[in-house]
């Protein structure tokens, strides 16, 4: 019959299985080094988003939160035209930029892939407009439109032109911002977009030339679908970008003339720090993370299926 | 090897640690922080700075910021209470706001007198409740107003024109329209005949309250009922929007640096100038027509009057150094002080003795209307709504600058607004 008692648990040497203490050089090290990181970011981020979700249920009186009205603000939301009209104007805005910073993009980019004289000091050229601040972007354009003595009106005028108030006219306005977005952010795409064609094999392309195949259906039948993931990732983080623009619109026209360029960051900069309508601006900035999700959501459908396809 | 590691790390922790903790100075007077506006406002108290700091020993750290940036950044402070600022420059429409909250410090109970020297209407725009016009609804009405800041700047909407075109000063409304009518425009002495503020927001509110105003026209009436869409205010827009017609391109968009350019390159006959700019006509660098400006009062209408905005330098309720805070200011706004940074940069003073300064009045020509202007000048609306208000009215009035709208169109459409503010506000029973 075997014996019932177990052998006696072989007690742990303190070599085996040190206290604590002298473990924080092996087990806890790497989450030390991580923790200065991951609190500054819970700090930074995680909380002041909680913060802001908690204070948009309450009204606010003289800048501090004063009474809980729970969903009162998000109805009245639903409700105020004025911050519908400013989602409409960053869509379009958003739209509109975002398609025109593309297909620029892709059209550098593919001229990039070329060789000509000094091409690499006029593709570090390229990306200059992208390394100025949006503050410095925003007051240099500002003076450029300016339709007395600014270089557009200089410039139609040597063409025998009148010069266009560009941003005192409520749709030239928006196109004004419009152009300036795209002046600024045409680099990034071309940037993400010549990485993606650089690396592309040229195999395919080569037999595809030697199947009689022309430019045009190399690019549309062979080069695209190559390429299409890293344009999603592209369009993805641009269109995520394009949907928190402020500096340069609030320097140009501060969301004028009348309410033209009055995107919904703008509009919610407003409401909190003018007229210290903080749960309100809390409210209106969760709705417009939920919209900014949803956009996300659909262009990471179109990334997934583009990968299974 | 790990734990070498982990050791080396915790041993350079405590060192940085201790390093910051004896960083510290030893037996240091008094530092107090002042917010201002960037510019030639407050230029002036800047260069006096030092001389307080050898006066008393203690330092002052002077944040200088643009105007929206400023009144971010006191509000926000003011609102957290977190006393980043010992002393702040504000502007006089946030009075209101920030005194109705109990976010400044009177400055009664730190013992401060007043000083009748000030020029009546700058002390009675830095005090709460405002001595006149319509209050809050639930002040009592024998509430007595308190000091709550120092005037620092006189400022007030002059009016300039060219005199060597406009030859018979314009002494009302009415004439100055006919005179730069008839003096601009193709084949004429100058191109353009007025320069308008029409950016969005308060610069064309402030522009619009000059001619509502002098029309006998109103934001609201003493019991806060709204009456900016009134047949006198729509005429008063209807006339400026005339005026508009006249303005170089971009009025829609222009501000006060566009409005002095557009005088001072030559191009423009007249317009509605903050004295901050009147330093600039007779400087060669800045000035094509030096000379050639007067800067008078706003001509009359059914009164005389533009629109008062006063600096104010004020002492968070919140601030770390208050007594220190109050000498400084008072040192500031202080006649002797006031006469030398006011000498230096031209800018409107805020007593009565600085402004009749025989030297002053010889160097700075303007200072004589500017005190009329000032006496006669009249505030905003003294609400903490009143940046609400600002916006909607401000929006409406760019619209109608920009063609968008008529004018009894923009100021119903912004009487109906500014009401739905003012009701949520809880000011109508």
Redesign the interface.
């Known amino acids: 019959m075997a014996s019932l008692t177990t052998a006696p648990i072989e007690q742990p040497t303190d070599e085996r299985n040190p206290p604590w203490y002298?473990r924080?050089?092996?087990d806890y090290?790497p989450f030390?080094l991580l923790a200065p990181a991951v609190i500054t970011l819970l700090a930074l981020t995680v909380y002041p988003f909680l913060y802001s979700v908690y204070i948009s249920f309450f009204r606010f009186r003289?800048?501090?939160p004063d009474t809980f009205i729970g969903l009162d603000n998000y109805a009245r939301l639903l409700q105020d035209p004025h911050f519908w009209e400013s989602i409409r104007t960053l869509l379009l805005y958003a739209a509109l930029s975002v398609t025109l910073e593309f297909v620029l993009g892709t059209a550098l980019a593919l001229f990039f892939t070329g060789h000509f004289p000094l091409r690499g000091l006029w593709r570090s050229l390229m990306i200059v407009p992208m390394m100025l601040t949006p503050v410095v972007i925003g007051v240099i354009w500002r003076l450029m439109y300016?339709?007395?003595f600014g270089i557009t009106?200089y410039a139609l005028r040597s063409i025998g032109l009148a010069?266009i108030?560009w941003?005192?006219?409520?749709n030239w306005?928006f196109v004004a911002v419009v152009l300036v977005d795209v002046w600024n952010w045409t680099p990034f795409m071309f940037l993400l977009i010549l990485a993606g064609l650089e690396s592309l094999p040229v195999e395919p392309f080569e037999a595809a030339r030697m199947d009689g195949a022309s430019r045009f259906q190399i690019f549309k039948d062979h080069m695209l679908p190559m390429l299409a993931p890293t344009m999603l990732v592209a369009l993805l983080v641009r269109s995520m970008d394009v949907l928190r623009i402020f500096d340069q619109i609030f320097i140009m026209?501060?969301?004028?003339?009348?309410?033209?360029t009055e995107v919904t960051s703008l509009y919610l900069y407003?409401t909190a720090?003018?007229?210290?309508d903080m749960g309100y601006a809390a409210a209106g900035l969760f709705v417009l993370l939920i919209l900014i999700t949803i956009l996300s959501r659909i262009y990471i459908r179109f990334l997934g299926t583009g990968e299974e396809g | 090897m790990k734990m070498r590691t982990t050791k080396l790390l915790l041993c350079v922790m405590i060192i940085a640690l201790g390093l910051v903790g004896l960083n510290r100075p030893a037996n240091a007077a008094t530092k107090i922080v002042v917010a201002a506006v960037q510019g030639v406002e407050s230029a002036g108290i800047k260069a006096v700075i030092p001389d307080w700091e050898k006066k008393t020993g203690n330092s002052v750290e002077l944040v200088e910021l643009p105007y929206p940036n400023l009144q971010d950044k006191v509000f926000t402070d003011a609102q957290a209470g977190t006393g980043s600022y010992d002393a702040i420059f504000i502007d006089d429409p946030w009075m209101p706001f920030l005194a109705s909250n109990n976010y400044l410090t009177p400055l009664d109970s730190l013992g401060y007198k007043v000083d009748t020297d000030f020029v009546q209407k700058s002390l009675d725009v830095a005090s709460w409740p405002p001595p006149t016009g319509p209050r809050l609804p639930g002040t009592p009405k024998d509430a007595t107003p308190k000091l709550y800041a120092l005037p620092a700047l006189g400022n007030v909407q002059l009016f300039w024109y060219r005199k060597d075109i406009i030859t018979t000063p314009p002494a009302t409304i009415q004439d100055l329209m006919k005179a730069v009518t008839e003096n601009s425009g193709p084949g004429k002495a100058v191109p353009y005949g007025f320069t308008v503020r029409g950016k969005k927001g308060n610069p064309v509110v402030t522009d619009f309250n000059a001619w509502n105003w002098s029309y006998g026209g109103d934001i609201f009436d003493d019991n806060w009922k709204v009456i900016v869409n009134g047949p006198k205010s729509v005429q008063a827009l209807k006339d400026e929007l005339s005026m508009a017609k006249l303005s170089p391109p971009g009025v829609a968009n222009a501000d006060a640096d566009e409005q002095a350019i557009a005088l001072l390159n030559g191009s423009t006959l007249a317009g509605i100038i903050w004295p901050a700019y009147n330093a600039q006509i007779d400087d060669p660098s800045k000035s094509k027509v030096s000379g050639k400006i007067a800067v008078v009062p706003f001509p009359k209408g059914e009164k005389q009057t533009s629109q008062l905005g006063n600096w104010l330098l004020a002492i968070p309720a919140a601030a770390k150094n208050k007594e220190v805070a109050l000498d400084f200011i008072t040192w500031a706004t202080s006649a002797d002080v006031m006469k030398q940074w006011v000498g230096a940069t031209g800018v409107p003073p805020t007593r009565t003795s600085v402004f009749k300064d025989p030297e002053l009045s010889k160097k700075y020509w303007w200072q004589e209307a500017n005190l009329e202007a000032l006496s006669n000048a009249t505030w905003r609306p003294r609400t903490p709504e009143w940046s609400k208000v600002e916006d909607i009215l401000g929006t409406y009035l760019s619209k109608a600058i920009a063609g968008d709208m008529d004018a009894q169109a923009a100021l119903d459409a912004a009487a109906k607004e500014i009401t739905d503010v003012m009701t949520q506000a809880g000011y109508y029973k």
Request: charged fraction near 20%; aromatic fraction near 10%; hydrophobic fraction near 30%.
């Open positions: 002298q924080l050089g092996t090290l030390l003289g800048g501090r300016d339709p007395n009106a010069p108030e941003l005192s006219k409520g306005a026209t501060s969301g004028g003339p009348g309410s033209a407003k720090f003018k007229f210290f």
